[in-house]
Structure formats: structure tokens, C-alpha cells
């Protein structure tokens, strides 16, 4: 097959798994990305697919078509690369992806499983994302920082890197908070003085407190102290002058 022959036919079987309510739904939930653009599969469908997809010699044609047309090709193009089971090809892939990913959703579904295993070289990679002009891609940084450096491998300047990220952007800030408020469940004392002395941006350092609140994980006197540390209305109006 060509190129254009396997995207008109990956596309074509894209579209019968379609699910048109499921569509409606999940696209108010990604504004970046036109309505249009959204075939709507739900993900246990699509993960199905690519499993299957990813066996065929089609598979390596198809993540050398960007950027795609829909959605759903970005999200099955993440999950081809998910699939790779060498650590130079997966990183290789991902450089070329990452600055075609256009939405949060996108973006936080990669898991690449296949950096586990070499974590000690794959911050360097992590660094350099967050370091981006582009959004997502830092946004992806954030999430491995996240999912990867938060247990025994953790060190005090994975979070001073995230702390000192300064964005305009919605969806960077929130991944940041995110971040926090997971690494407070996992590494309270050493994270905690990123709050105390308020080390982040206003809406950052509000936004983590109200998700760390929100979790399961924060014991009850956790969350009882980290309301304190919350910057009120009053504070907000000293700070911003």
C-alpha cells in the first residue's frame, strides 16, 4: 500500500467504530480541537484497534503520515508509538509527534511504557520537552516527570524544574498543578515547602491546594494545614500590585 492508501484505510475503519453520542460528548471535553475533527471512538474501542493494527506492516506506513486529519489518528498514532518496544525508536517517534499534539486529551493518553527501563537517560528528553515554546509538548514533560520520578527515583529538582516553569497557558498550569498535588501524596515533606514559600505562580500554588484537597491520598490533617497555606482575595489583591 502507499501512504495515502493506508490513511484512507485506516480511516475508513475508524469511522465504523464510530459512536456519534460518545462524539458529542467527548468533544466539548477538548476545545483546542474542531468538532469536525472528532470521529468520537471511545478509548477501550480504539485501544482494541490499535492492538490489533499495530501487528500489521501498514502500522510502520502509517507513523510516517503527519499530521493527520482527525482526532482519533493522533490519539492511534500515540498508541502505535505506546506499542515500541526499543528506547532509541520510541524517543525518536515521540520527537516527531509531540509538535503536531494539539490537545490535552492527546497528550496525556501517552504512557510509553518502554522508557521504565531507561529512566536515567530519559530525563534528559523530559528536561528538553518542558524547556519547549509549545504547550503540549511541555505539558507532556510535566506527565512523565509525573508518572515516572515521583517514587524511588525522585529528586528535589524534578519539582524546582515544574515550579519554575512560567505559562500563559491553561493547560501547562494545570498540569503543573496536577503534578503537586500527586507529588504531595507521594512526597509531602519535600514538596511541601513549595507551598509554604510559595514558590509558584498565584494560580498554580491555589490550584494545586484545591486538587490536593480533592484527593484520596492527602490524609485528613494534610488537608486541614494545606487550606491554610491557600492565597486569599485579600493576598491575591497585595501581590498583584
Known amino acids: 500500500m502507499t501512504k495515502e492508501e493506508v490513511r484512507k ?8 467504530l464510530q459512536d456519534l453520542k460518545y462524539r458529542d460528548f467527548h468533544a466539548k471535553l477538548i476545545p ?4 469536525e475533527k472528532v470521529i468520537g471512538i471511545r478509548t477501550p474501542a ?34 502505535l508509538i505506546e506499542q515500541m518496544k526499543e528506547y532509541e525508536k520510541c524517543v525518536e517517534e515521540l ?7 494539539d490537545n490535552w486529551a492527546t497528550c496525556d493518553l501517552l504512557a510509553v511504557k518502554t522508557v521504565k527501563n531507561h529512566l536515567d ?5 523530559v528536561y528538553r520537552w518542558m524547556e519547549s515554546d509549545q504547550p503540549y509538548t511541555i505539558r507532556f514533560g510535566v506527565n512523565m516527570l509525573m508518572k515516572y520520578y515521583l517514587g524511588d527515583n525522585f529528586k528535589i529538582e524534578y519539582p524546582e524544574k515544574v515550579a519554575a516553569i512560567r505559562s500563559e497557558e491553561y493547560y501547562v498550569n ?14 509531602y515533606e519535600q514538596i511541601l515547602p513549595f ?5 509558584m505562580d498565584l494560580w498554580t500554588h491555589n490550584k494545586t491546594i ?9 490524609t485528613s490533617e494534610q488537608k486541614e494545614y494545606l487550606r491554610t497555606l491557600k492565597i486569599k482575595r485579600e493576598e491575591r489583591t497585595v501581590l498583584l500590585r
Do not use: C
Open 9 to 16: 484505510t485506516v480511516q475508513k475503519e475508524l469511522f465504523v
Open 32 to 35: 483546542s480541537v474542531d468538532k
Open 46 to 79: 480504539l485501544r482494541a484497534y490499535a492492538k490489533k493494527f499495530g501487528k500489521k506492516e501498514e502500522a510502520k506506513q502509517f507513523l510516517e503520515i503527519l499530521p493527520h486529519q482527525y482526532y482519533e489518528e493522533n490519539n492511534l498514532h500515540g498508541l
Open 95 to 101: 520527537e516527531r509527534f509531540l509538535p503536531y499534539i
Open 121 to 125: 537517560l530519559y530525563i534528559s528528553e
Open 174 to 187: 494545570m498540569v503543573r498543578a496536577w503534578y503537586f498535588a500527586t507529588a504531595l501524596a507521594k512526597q
Open 195 to 199: 507551598l509554604e514559600e510559595r514558590r
Open 210 to 218: 484545591q486538587k490536593a484537597i480533592e484527593s484520596y491520598r492527602i
